[in-house]
Structures are given as structure tokens and as C-alpha cells.
């Protein structure tokens, strides 16, 4: 190699490998000089790598309720994350539509247009004045003018909802409301958002009362005669409501130390397997792979819901938003998760023996290693500072990746983005450690001597002052160890008395 680097490197390790052999007891020492004893050892037992497969598998199957069970204590448990989840509900086309059409309707059912309007027609026809064929006309216009009216109600309500007001009064009722979804998760009813059979209901009573006043502002008086009215809205339809309060009172309990069993499962199996990094690749593709089985549930779960919810209730589109919405942090944690997975893999892969991640890793080295001549011969250097890095670079590399960990498992709601970006960050971070670290400098050594030239200098000198027949010697021994002819031994070889 031509890296100067990579070469002190390289010579660090082979030393620090001879001591390990040449140490009594070592690991090292003992593994070479047993090594036929070594496959009845404990940790080769087909016994480890049954049980480490088994806990493996298990944490692998508990990371997708892991997840769940996060989901369901920060995002159902939590005020503020509950109002941000269905927050974006008050913007989406579908439940809008949906909400006009439900206030709509209460409006117009609380002040009976039609019916105000056929009367006042029919009172107005009946006057003395009044044409008789005007008079027989007006009745006619009872229905038109209704549509009218409720033409022009649903607009208001539509401007209505696409305000920032509306968007404001939404987390307003919605924040209030959480502590009634959470008595509705664990069995209690009553309040804003109740439980009705299989339905959960929101009420909208502080909409239309906000609806209201808009029409009114607007001119239509008549709708001062709309009273208090408790209308509701269904948000969820589904036969499961039974079912989910009781998965919610469970996960919602597991939501904390699930995931701390689940991490110390997979560590666990990690550790009893024989092959350590093998073990750490298969888990972590494991664990992605249970990601994309939740993922694959969730939406065959979407499209089960979306079917059994009737439609005088909730539109095919409405009732995917819903549940879409409702969820969307939920996928957020899997595909977290199942990224985290790969890049797992990947790194484990990366430190492994196998030749394509040996020229990887080479390939890096060289790189930093250029980069770092180049800024020595720049005349950057990082003189004891460096020094004392490159001898703590294992240390330093391990901190690194365990601050990486640290910000995942306390951001709260990790993206795959994340992931990508605290693993980019990693990386990056290992590779200014390594090209901080200046390998100390090597002290001058002697050139060797050329082939046949007695050895070093010293030893040409001594060996000038020696007895004139004892350059011979070298040329006896060669002769001496030259294979004899076929037949003869070797003494035979050599020249008689």
C-alpha cells in the first residue's frame, strides 16, 4: 500500500495482535492453541443458536405491538398529540363536504325554510289585492325559494369551514373533547365524543352555534331562530369499538415497557449468537420486515373499514381520511422503524469480512487518509490533539454511534428521514474522527542490506575483519542444502578430503 496511514495502521494491528498471541491465557492464544477442542465449546453448542434464533423471532413479533403500543400512549394518550393527529381533518376536502352537508341539513331542519316560506306565500296569495293569477302562483314558489335558502346556507357553511376560524375552533372542541375520547377508549361514555352502538360521535353543536352567527352576520335573520341543538357527527363507524377500548386499555399499559423488552430481547439474541454480526443482520432485517407486515395489515385494515362504513354516513373518500388521519403517526413509527432496521443491517454488513465490504471500508480509508495529506501538505496539522485522537478512535467512533442512538430513542416522533439523517450525521461525524487522528510518526530505521551483503551495516564491517575463508561459509551451506542428486545422499555431495 502507498497510504502512509493505512500502513501504520496495519502494523499497529499486526502488533497488537502478536501481543494477544503471545499473552498466556489470552482469548486469542487460547482459540489458536485449542482449536480442536474449541467446537465442543459452550457457545458452539447448536443449543446457543437455537435460543438465540427463538428470542430473536420474538423481539422481531413484539416490535410490531412495540410500536403499536407507542403509538397508542403518545398519540392517544397525549393532549397536544391527539389535537395535532386530528388536526388536519378540519382542512380535508372530504370531511368538509361531509360537515356542510350534516350542518346543512340540521339548519334547515331546526328553522323549517320551506315551511315558513309556504306559509308566508300562502298568507301573501290570500290578500285582496293580489291578482288572482299572481295569487295562484305564489304557493309554486314555496320550493324553489327553500332551495334557494338552502343554497345559499350551505355556501356559508362551506366559507365557513375553509377559515382559519373553523380550523381553530376544530382543536378547540377536539382538545376539550380529549379527555372524553379517553374515558370513551376506556368503556365510560357521555360528554362531546361519545359512543353511540358502533359509532363514535363528535358533537357539533359549538359549530352550528359558530354557523349561526356567520348566517345571521350575512343577513339572514331567520337563522336566529336556530336553537341549541346537539347534533352529532360520526367520525368512526365500525363493529370493532368494543374491541379497541380493550386493545387501548392493553397497549396503553404496554406503551413504556414493551419496547424496553423488545430492545432487551433483540440484544440478548444478539449476544448469544455464535456469529455476532450475522445475528445483528438477520434481527435488524427482521425487524424490517415485521415493519412491512404492520404496514401491509394497516391497509388491509383501511380497506375493511372503508367498505363497512355506510355510506349515508360517512363517504367511501371521508372514511379513508379518517382513517387515514387517525393513523398517519402510526406509519410514521413503522416506517421509522423498518429503516432503522436496514440501516442497521447495512452497518453491520459494513464491518463484516466479506470482500465487498472490505474494499468499502478501504476504499473510505484511502479517502480520508488523501484528504488528510492533502491538508498536511497544506500545512494543517492537528499535532497532539491528533495524536492523542487516533489512539482513542475506537472509543470516540462508539460514542458517536451511541449519541446517534440516544437522539433516536428520545426524538418524538421519529421519521425514516430522521433515521436517514441521524445515520448520515454517524457517519459523517466517524469520518471527521478519523481524519482528525494523526498516527504518531514512525522512528527512522536502517535501510536493510541487499540480498547476500552479510545483513546491516554493522555486521558488513565486523564481517571485513574476519578471516578471509570465513566468507566461504555461506557459499558451503548453500551447497550443503542443494538438493542431492537422485540417489545419492547428501554427504555424497560435498567434496572429498
Known sequence: MSDPTEVSRLRARVAELEQQLAAPGSPAGASAGTAGTAAGGPRSSSWWAVGSAVVLVLACVLSTVSVAAVWTNRTLSDTDQYVATVAPLAQDPAVQAALANRITTTVMEEVDIEGLTTEALTTLANQPDVPPRVSAALPALATPIANG??????????????????????QEVNRIAHQQVIKLLEGNQGGALSA????????LAPIIAAVKTRLVDQGFSLASRIPTVDRSFVLVRSDAITQAQSSYRLLNTLGFWLPILTIALFVGGVLLARDRRRALVKGALGVTAAMLVLGVLLALTRSW?????????LSGQAAGSVFDTLVRFLRTSLRAVAVLGLVLAIGAYLVGPDPSAVRVRSALRRGVGALRGSAEAAGWNTGPFGSWVFV???LLQVTVACLGGLVLIFWPQPTGWVVVGTAAVVVL???????????????ATVPAAPAGSGGSTATSQSESHAPAHSAEIPQQRETSDAPSPEGASPDSASPRG
Open 149 to 170: 335558502v338552502e343554497s345559499f346556507t350551505r355556501t356559508q357553511v362551506q366559507n365557513l369551514l375553509a377559515t382559519r376560524q373553523f380550523a381553530q375552533l376544530w
Open 305 to 313: 373499514y372503508v367498505d363497512n362504513t355506510p355510506g349515508n354516513l
Open 392 to 394: 482513542h478512535e475506537r
Open 429 to 443: 461525524a466517524i469520518g471527521i474522527v478519523d481524519f482528525l487522528g494523526r498516527p504518531p510518526a514512525e522512528p
Open 196 to 203: 353511540q352502538g358502533d359509532s363514535i360521535t363528535l358533537n
